[in-house]
């Protein structure tokens, strides 16, 4: 999975996170973490929130982690691309659960004035 980010244009991400194929998982007691790296692995945190993070508005008992970046948030981007992805997170489960890898591209659009 591909997303693009563009900068200055507000960019708009839903984690659902399901104990099956149907059900939400309750994530009462669940921290949670967005975090875009240059590359699976790397130990260099581009950019990244948790749930106390402004951008992130997290519904627990929905399973539900929505990641919303601002204008002002995507165009101080400095990277070009990267890798991203969702851990959450409790005391019983410091290993946690991770969304699927996401590679991220960071773009200033195409469109200019005549």
Same mark, same amino acid.
């Given at each position: +999975?591909?997303?693009? &980010?563009?900068?200055?244009?507000?960019? !708009? &991400? !839903?984690? /659902?996170? @399901?104990?099956?194929? *149907? *059900?939400?998982?309750? #994530? *009462?007691?669940?921290?949670?973490?967005? !975090?875009? @790296?240059?590359? $699976?692995?790397?130990? $260099?945190? #581009? $950019?990244?929130?948790?749930?106390?993070?402004?951008?992130?508005?997290?519904?627990?008992? #929905? %399973? #539900? &982690?929505? /990641? *919303?970046?601002?204008?002002?948030?995507?165009?101080?981007?400095?990277? @070009? @691309?990267? $890798? +991203?992805?969702?851990?959450?997170?409790?005391?019983?489960?410091?290993?946690?659960?991770?969304?699927? &890898?996401?590679?991220?591209?960071?773009?200033? %659009?195409?469109?200019?004035?005549?």
């Amino acid at each position: +999975m591909t997303e693009t &980010i563009t900068k200055n244009v507000e960019y !708009q &991400i !839903q984690f /659902l996170v @399901k104990t099956d194929s *149907t *059900t939400p998982k309750d #994530l *009462t007691g669940y921290s949670t973490y967005v !975090q875009i @790296k240059p590359y $699976v692995g790397s130990d $260099v945190v #581009l $950019v990244g929130w948790d749930q106390d993070s402004p951008e992130i508005t997290f519904e627990p008992e #929905l %399973g #539900l &982690i929505t /990641l *919303t970046l601002p204008p002002s948030v995507t165009g101080s981007l400095t990277f @070009k @691309k990267g $890798v +991203m992805d969702l851990l959450i997170v409790n005391s019983d489960d410091t290993d946690g659960d991770r969304s699927e &890898i996401i590679n991220v591209i960071v773009n200033s %659009g195409v469109s200019s004035p005549v």
